[in-house]
């Protein structure tokens, strides 16, 4: 079976900057949708940037002009750089794939990777 696995996690202060890695394994067909999510503490888990196959990008509107998504298909990994980082963006940041289904689309998440905005 397929697995995601986050990278790129850490400390840093406000301002900086972090690039997050998501590397899948196993099969990428039928893969329609790849994208980020991060949940802070006490708060429910929030899209960050949605990206689908063609390349089109949704971002919140709260990392909009700081945070960019990007993907390397020949090395099945997709990337979240974070730019100007606020004490706002720490929490943990899960990565997910949908594969496009009868019935609907299924996806499967990393186990997150802890980002933390402090000074």
């Known amino acids: 079976q397929g697995q995601l696995v986050e990278s790129g996690g850490g400390l840093v202060q406000p301002g900086g900057s972090l690039r997050l890695s998501c590397a899948a394994s196993?099969?990428?067909?039928?893969?329609?949708?790849m994208g980020w999510y991060r949940q802070a503490p006490g708060k429910q888990r929030e899209s960050v940037a949605i990206?689908?196959?063609?390349?089109?990008?949704n971002y919140a509107d709260s990392v909009k002009g700081r945070f960019t998504m990007s993907r390397d298909n020949a090395k099945n990994t997709f990337y979240l750089q974070m730019n100007d980082l606020k004490p706002e963006d720490a929490g943990v940041y899960y990565c997910?794939?949908?594969?496009?289904?009868?019935?609907?689309?299924?996806?499967?998440w990393g186990p997150g990777t802890q980002v933390t905005v402090s000074s």
């Open positions: 990206m689908t196959t063609f390349g089109n990008i």
């Open positions: 196993g099969s990428s067909a039928g893969i329609t949708v």
């Open positions: 997910t794939v949908g594969r496009g289904k009868a019935g609907g689309t299924s996806y499967l």
